[in-house]
């Protein structure tokens, strides 16, 4: 798909009337459950071992919902006009996204070597998203290993993330709208990290893709305008 496919935009716009409308109703309903859990922490003396567990499932349960709502209104905001003249560092980007993922990670053994990026024509929150995005897809597939590489060619920014998670089956459609997510972990959200990459990208007038190397790697490859 290229930005100026009408079937590609029909259908992000299709998608984000419909991640507008789901997160608004989403949001609601998570902020009864966080509110209830809330209320059940404050009595958390009189729980017995079950009734703790249940709080805890409860919790992981609202953590999970939250991150659906997120992922949609990521869809939103990606579907919207790119700021005008915007550049960004895109190492202070992924250093961004990476903080994000701490809490999410929760210990769990994950080994980024990166080298230095440049810049590219995004907005900070813009550029923020598309790390966190592609490290959340990478990660949801299994991966303990990541490398982030980039350089420039001409006045094109190029990234490229390497990871070794499990790669998606042969004709995977990752790009699309309500495409099936590489991963089934915890990380997974709504499974639109990928579309909203794409939309992120393709609006700025670059490109993104995905390919397997022949050791399973997946490689991510980024090309952005430096400059508007």
């Not at 009595?43 to 997120?70: F, K, M, S, T």
């Not at 915007?86 to 992924?94: I, M, Q, V, W």
């Not at 490398?147 to 990871?163: C, F, H, K, P, S």
């Not at 709208?177 to 959200?189: D, I, Q």
């Amino acid at each position: 798909m290229t930005p100026e496919d009408p079937a590609a935009l029909a259908a992000q716009d299709d998608l984000a009337a419909f991640a507008a409308l789901s997160a608004h109703q989403l949001g609601e309903a998570v902020a009864l459950m966080r509110g209830a859990a809330a209320v059940i922490q404050g009595e958390q003396q009189a729980l017995g071992p079950g009734g703790q567990d249940a709080l805890r499932a409860l919790g992981a349960g609202g953590e999970r919902a939250q991150r659906y709502v997120d992922d949609l209104l990521d869809v939103v905001r990606a579907s919207g006009e790119p700021a005008a003249h915007a550049t960004t560092e895109l190492d202070a980007a992924l250093d961004a996204a990476w903080s994000d993922l701490d809490a999410a990670l929760r210990g769990r053994p994950v080994d980024l070597q990166r080298e230095p990026l440049p810049a590219a024509a995004l907005a900070p929150t813009e550029a923020r998203s598309l790390f966190a995005h592609l490290l959340r897809s990478a990660l949801s597939a299994g991966a303990t290993r990541l490398g982030v590489t980039g350089r420039v060619e001409g006045a094109t920014a190029i990234v490229e993330l390497y990871d070794n998670g499990a790669p998606a089956p042969a004709g995977a459609q990752l790009f699309a709208p309500l495409a099936r997510p590489r991963g089934r972990g915890p990380l997974v959200g709504a499974g639109l990290s990928l579309p909203v990459c794409h939309r992120l990208v393709t609006r700025a007038g670059g490109r993104i893709g995905a390919d397997v190397r022949s050791d399973g790697a997946t490689i991510m490859t980024i090309e952005l305008p430096t400059a508007r």
